[in-house]
Nanobody
């Protein structure tokens, strides 16, 4: 069983950048696909990006493609989400999650970390 803690959120102006981290413990991090999701007030949780176990395969939601980069360092048991060119629509609580399956479906992810708030001002 793996425990996840995401960090790095905050307040940024439109056009700015933020980097999020997802630290894992209690399991073999390299065995898990890592996904990032977000939930804005009054909206459903939505997929942002996913990276498979070795880091060789990634996939992004269309609304973040080209602006966000997902990565991981298995030696440090940490996943990352670098967000650039942020806009107010990116304001949400961001969650990292781990799954044994490479998927964009939140329902499949068994392990979730508490998410940092990202607020983008206009």
């Amino acid at each position: 069983q793996v425990q996840l803690v995401a960090s790095g959120g905050g307040l940024v102006q439109a056009g700015g950048s933020l980097g999020l981290s997802c630290a894992a413990s209690g399991g073999t991090f390299s065995s898990y696909t890592v996904g990032w999701f977000r939930q804005a007030p009054g909206k459903e949780r939505e997929f942002v990006a996913v990276i498979e176990r070795s880091g060789s395969r990634t996939y992004y939601a269309d609304y973040v493609k080209g602006r966000i980069t997902i990565s991981r360092d298995n030696a440090k048991n940490t996943g990352y989400l670098q967000m650039n060119s942020l806009n107010p629509e990116d304001t949400a609580v961001y969650y990292c999650a781990a799954s044994l399956t490479y998927t964009i479906s939140a329902a499949v992810y068994r392990y979730w970390g508490p998410g940092p708030q990202v607020t983008v001002s206009s």
